[in-house]
């Protein structure tokens, strides 16, 4: 078969892909990239996805004949670096979209909630609606959507993304984002019994489990293309909830757990967020279903963050 080519893969959800994929396509066949040296993986190589001529060589060299775009920066990394952010996301995007249409490559790119704004409705925002992002996170998210679009239109790319909530895993390092919260406070139960929450209390967003995340991605790029309907990106949506709502459930295991709240810059950026998503498009067109609820996430994150403290 053509290979699989994973870029950022050294995140929190290639981390898990990586290892997803491997199980379904065998470790021969997925290649990792990223600008951090990865050690635990069959076939690694260093890719700077600004870098075009380096892309194409590792596709040529590997036969790829898919690739799950992950590299990019977060919420919070790019208000620090915005000039950065727009390079390595959308020029980024546009070197996979441009080796795609060379050489008939499949692509997975995710998008984002960040690409809606204080215009977008806040609960059960539908696929279409208004768009006016805060961040310049989300200005690339929603050019990117654009691009991903026309390069399906005009050029036949079969490019494919979701618009991810909040991911929270444990097998990968949390990034520079704002809904990170939901793993930073696992850490901070397991190692000190307290967290200091960047975010207000009852600031609700969108969340997800990284298994259905993970499962979520492969089903969406295993769906035949007749059956997609949006080449933008899908709404896709799971559990909503806020700080104190995942605190009590994280005190369930944990009962001497303390939480306290300093909101700062990251709380500017939730409050321009959806606090619920309708995905029923994604639902309808391939099947979309969660499996995992607030407290069997919980559990989850609880007993993986506890292992990976551990053996530290
Ligand atoms: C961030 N976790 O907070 C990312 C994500 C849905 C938000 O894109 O920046």
Known sequence: MRKILITGSGGLIGSDLY?????????ANVVSSDVRHLHD????????IRDKERLRTLVEAYNVGTIYHLAGLLSAGGEKNPALAWDVNLNGLMHVLDTAREFNIRVFWPSSIAVYGLTTPKINVPQHTSFEPHTVYGITKST????????SHNYGVDVRSLRFPGINGW?????????????????GALRERRYECF?????????MYID???????????APSEKLTVRTSYNFSAISFTPAELAAELRKLHPDFEITYKP???QEIAATWAQSIDDSIARRDWGWKEEYDLEKMTVALYNGI??????E
């Open 19 to 27: 290892a997803a994929l491997c199980d379904r396509y065998g470790d």
């Open 41 to 48: 993986v069959r076939q690694f190589e260093f890719l700077d």
């Open 144 to 151: 990117g959507e654009l691009l991903c679009q026309y390069y």
């Open 171 to 187: 097998k990968g390092e949390p990034g520079d984002g704002t809904t990170e919260y939901a793993m930073h406070i696992f850490y």
């Open 199 to 207: 975010l207000a209390p009852d600031t609700r967003l969108p969340m």
């Open 212 to 222: 259905d995340a993970i499962r979520g991605t492969i089903e969406l790029m295993e």
């Open 264 to 266: 700062d810059i990251r």
């Open 306 to 311: 506890k292992g990976r403290i551990y053996h």
